[in-house]
Structures are given as structure tokens and as C-alpha cells.
């Protein structure tokens, strides 16, 4: 990695593209900083501290710390992820949507535009239910309606200007612009999360036992990112093998490539998901500022996580079997909306390419969902395995750390990604071409 930036800064335009995304990053945590006028920054952290459950810590780790600081940032980019969601939805119920997504890149850039004004939407309808709740709790300071305007306002602003400058990184600069502001906030949280573990487990210990207990953390930390890195990369090779044909007196074709069919078919997106449903009655709640007893309290004690696997309570840890089969069902939900066996096998069939030992058209796409299934449900258990261990060291520790689970599938992946980005470029840079032949 460090041989890559390194080489990497020796060309010139590889050097800016880095520079200019390193100097967005730096807006995005000084605005990270920036208090939206009219708020009581200070009755509002007070009110966070209050909250029990732990449903806001996902959403405040997806903005870098922004929502308890009640920054212009608060919202992050979490309108337009959702969009992006919501888009990919559309494209497969709306006809004249999939359409466009089939044009090429002009489609595309349609497609994209309308995710832009969903973004704006959601940024307006989020600020708004904020502002009403911070109105309702006194959090304001002259708690007027010029004042929830005003988070309103701020709030739909900073969500925007987040994603025009994500989108300005994936132009102009290196990586996934979205991803890498992603990227960025959750590692901000990190530091506090060490902070954490030395308080925990280390603070007023001997050199011995606070020693025993780094080696442990780190070697944990350790296995997950290998661990991470491993099932990020894994792919399964199908053999396609293309048949010979005559074009003019030249014999064409005949060659053999392969699907990859990567083993974390769905990215960080299952846990996203499965985070998000378990979280949103609890967020609801919160904002609502009631507390239920009886059996609606406790369904919403089943579905915080920060209630699972204490050995006090075992009947709460339900909820982590819920979290579990929400995981493994949108990791194929999510699968097969981005991959087709049929349309994959039918394009195959057209480019005269077929699987040895596998008839082309119907048995293909039969082989290629069945081939899919296993790999999902691989995936499916690697992305349990990861997500576990950080919801085991919260219940049986009592330890609240970011860096395992869905912080770290977006680290390790956003990390991967932008590098191969990066050598890709240099590759583009240094290829001479047939001209110089």
C-alpha cells in the first residue's frame, strides 16, 4: 500500500487527484465542526447521553460524530445512500427506469440526477422531523419557527454540499467519492473507541495484565481485518469457454475467460440494512420522547442491540437471532438485484460462450443461481462472523467499540478499492500503446 502512494506521487496528475481529495476531506471535518445556528448544542448532548438502547450510535457513527455535535453535517450522507437504495429499487419495478439503466451512460446519468433530487427530499423531510423534535424538547434558543426553518435549512444544505463533494471526489479526485466521506467519519470515531479499551481494560492495571490486555485487542483487531480483507477479495471463477466461428477466411473465438462471482456478493449492504430496521423503532421512539412499558418495551429491549448476549439478560440476545436472519435475507435480496443468472446466460449464449459440461440458455442460468446461493450463504456467514464480535465484546464486556462489523467492512473495502483505483490509474499512465511500437 505504502510502495502504491508512493509511486503514486511521483505523476504529477496522480499527485493532484490525491491532493484534492485530501483537501475535501479537511472540509468535511471542519464542517463537521460548524454548529447549526439557533441550537443548544450542549441540552441537546445531554439529551443523547439520555437515551437508552443505543439506536442512535449506528447513525451517529455513519456521520462521523456530526449528529451529537449538531453540526451542519448532522444528516452526513445518509439521505443520499438511502436514495441510492431507493433508486435501485425503482429500477426494478419501474419499467421505463430499467430502461434507462440498459441506455448506456446517458441513462445513467439520468439515473442519477433524480437520485440527486430524492437526496435533496429526504435531506428536507429528516431536518424537518428534527427541527419539530428539537423545537418540542426546548433545544432551540428562541424555539420559534424561524428557528426550526433554520435547522431545516442548514441541515438539507449540508447534506447537499456533502454530496456535491462526494461526487466532486469521484471526478476529479481518487476512489468512490461518497464512500470515502463514509470512509472518513467512521474513522474519526476510532480514536475514542481505543480510548474506551485503555479505560476498560487497561487503565489502573499492572504493566502485565495491561500488556496481556493490548496483545489480546490487537490481536483481535488483527484477525478481523485479515479476516475482512479475505472474504472482500474472495471470488468464485466460473469457466466460460467461447466456441471457434469463421469471420471472412479468419478463424475467431475459441478463447476461455471466467464469472467472478465475488463471495461477499453484497458488500457492507446486508448489515446496513438489517442495522437500519433494527434501530428505526427505537429511533422513532426516541424522537418521540416516550418511553413504553409492558410488551412494546420490551420488543424494543429485543431489538437493541446494545442488549444482546449480556449474560444477565439472555432473553434479549432473541433479537440477535432476528439481526442474524435479517443479514443472511437481504444478502440474497441485495444479490439478486444486482446479478441476473438468466440475463448473465442469455448474453453468454449470444456471444456464443458456454460453461464445459453445462448446456447453454435455461441449465446456464440453473447452474450460475445455484453456484450464486452457495457463495451468498458464505458470504452471508463471513459478514455474521464480523458483525458478532464487536455485539460479543459490547454484552459481555460492556465495551461500545466502531472499528468491527459494518465500520470496518467500509474501511477495509472503501481502503481496497481506492487503491486499485489508484494503480489502475498508474497502469493507464505508464501503458505506451501501439503507437510507439
Not at 341 to 367: C, H, W
Request: glycine share 10%; aromatic share 10%; with cysteine.
Amino acid at each position: 500500500m505504502l510502495t502504491t502512494l508512493r509511486n503514486a506521487f511521483k505523476i504529477k496528475e496522480i499527485r493532484g487527484r490525491i491532493l484534492f481529495t485530501l483537501f475535501i476531506l479537511v472540509v468535511v471535518r471542519l464542517g463537521a465542526q460548524l454548529p447549526i445556528p439557533g441550537v443548544s448544542r450542549d441540552v441537546f448532548s445531554a439529551w443523547f447521553a439520555a437515551q437508552t438502547g443505543g439506536a442512535f450510535n449506528f447513525f451517529d457513527q455513519m456521520t462521523g460524530g456530526s449528529f451529537t455535535q449538531m453540526s451542519v453535517f448532522a444528516l452526513s450522507i445518509t439521505p443520499y445512500i438511502t436514495s441510492s437504495i431507493i433508486m435501485q429499487l425503482m429500477t426494478i419495478a419501474i419499467p421505463k427506469l430499467e430502461e434507462m439503466q440498459k441506455d448506456g451512460e446517458d441513462g445513467r446519468k439520468k439515473i442519477r440526477e433524480y437520485t440527486r433530487y430524492v437526496t435533496i427530499a429526504l435531506a428536507v423531510v429528516e431536518g424537518l422531523a428534527m427541527g419539530i423534535n428539537l423545537y418540542r424538547g426546548g433545544n432551540l434558543m428562541h424555539n420559534n419557527v424561524l428557528d426550526v426553518i433554520m435547522v431545516v435549512v442548514a441541515l438539507t444544505a449540508g447534506s447537499s454540499l456533502l454530496m456535491w463533494m462526494g461526487e466532486q471526489i469521484t471526478d476529479k479526485g481518487v476512489g468512490n467519492g461518497i464512500s470515502i466521506i463514509l470512509l472518513i467519519n467512521i474513522i474519526s470515531t476510532i480514536p475514542n473507541d481505543f480510548g474506551l479499551l485503555y479505560d476498560k481494560f487497561m487503565r489502573g492495571n499492572n504493566i502485565v495484565k495491561a500488556g496481556i490486555a493490548a496483545i489480546i485487542i490487537l490481536a483481535v483487531i488483527l484477525f478481523i481485518v485479515v479476516f475482512v480483507i479475505y472474504l472482500q477479495d474472495g471470488e468464485r471463477r466460473i469457466p466460460v469457454q467461447y466456441s471457434k466461428k469463421v469471420v471472412g477466411r479468419k478463424m475467431v473465438g475459441g478463447s476461455t475467460s471466467s464469472i467472478p462471482l465475488k463471495v461477499n456478493t453484497a458488500g457492507v449492504m446486508p448489515i446496513i440494512f438489517a442495522s437500519s430496521i433494527m434501530s428505526l423503532p427505537g429511533i422513532i421512539v426516541g424522537f418521540l420522547g416516550k418511553n413504553p412499558g409492558g410488551i412494546p418495551g420490551t420488543i424494543l429491549a429485543v431489538l437493541s442491540s446494545s442488549n444482546w448476549c449480556k449474560p444477565s439478560q439472555p432473553v434479549y440476545s432473541v433479537g440477535l437471532l432476528i439481526y442474524i436472519l435479517l443479514v443472511v435475507f437481504f444478502a440474497y435480496f441485495y444479490t439478486s438485484i444486482t446479478f441476473n443468472p438468466l440475463e448473465v446466460a442469455d448474453n453468454m449464449k449470444k456471444q456464443g460462450g458456454f460453461i464445459p459440461g453445462i448446456r447453454p440458455g435455461k441449465p446456464t442460468s440453473e447452474y450460475l443461481n445455484k453456484i450464486l446461493n452457495n457463495v451468498i450463504f458464505i458470504g452471508a456467514v463471513g459478514l455474521i462472523v464480523v458483525a458478532i464480535i464487536p455485539i460479543l465484546a459490547a454484552g459481555i464486556f460492556g465495551v461500545n467499540v466502531s472499528f468491527g462489523g459494518t465500520s470496518l467492512i467500509i474501511i477495509v473495502g472503501v481502503v481496497l478499492e481506492t487503491l486499485k483505483q489508484i494503480e489502475s490509474l498508474m497502469l493507464v499512465r505508464h501503458y505506451k500503446g501501439f503507437l510507439n511500437d
